[in-house]
């Protein structure tokens, strides 16, 4: 799926311009963020935005998504659509579903031949430790990598009074 912009992905030579990647999740405050970020870092670098939508394969798709993925996946788009509009970049999904999202983007990397990944992360514990796709990600590829981190969740309901709600 192709967002219309007002300049295309090629080169005047007919080559393919050189692309941010922006990965994101089901974090859809986060995700505003991080298109934000990737169109703006793409019209400075006269660049194109790539979307990888990072939800992995369940074993049981048996490599197919199914149709409730693909339509969830869509409509996705369709909202985060009125925050490219404003940038005016070239956008392009990415069209891959995987069982690896790190295994995904290092592929993704090659095939739109990336200069910068951008990638949101929630906060999965209480420990702030990274989550295993993005430091995936940074420890296998040689581009920059740009991660944005998400609000913390409250991990326990034992140590409410000690986790702050929004960090930056």
Known sequence: MAIDAKNDSLLPNGEQKPAVL????????????????????AKQLKSRVVIHYAVPLKRDCLGWPTEKMVQEKKL?????????????????DSNVFS????????????????TDI??????????????????YIMHNTDIRVLLLRGSKKIACAKDINKVSVNVG
């Not at 922006?22 to 870092?41: E, P, S, T, W, Y």
């Not at 069982?99 to 990336?114: F, N, P, Q, T």
């Open 22 to 41: 922006a990965v994101i999740n089901q974090d859809d405050d986060l995700n505003k963020d991080i298109l934000r970020m990737a169109c703006g870092l």
């Open 118 to 135: 951008i990638i949101g992360e929630s906060y999965q514990n209480y420990q702030n430790q990274l989550d295993d796709t993005a430091s």
């Open 99 to 114: 069982y690896s999202v790190g295994d995904a983007v290092i592929e993704l990397i090659k095939v739109h031949m990336c």
């Open 76 to 92: 996705h788009y369709k909202e985060l659509a009125a925050i490219l509009e404003n940038y005016y970049v070239s956008v392009e």
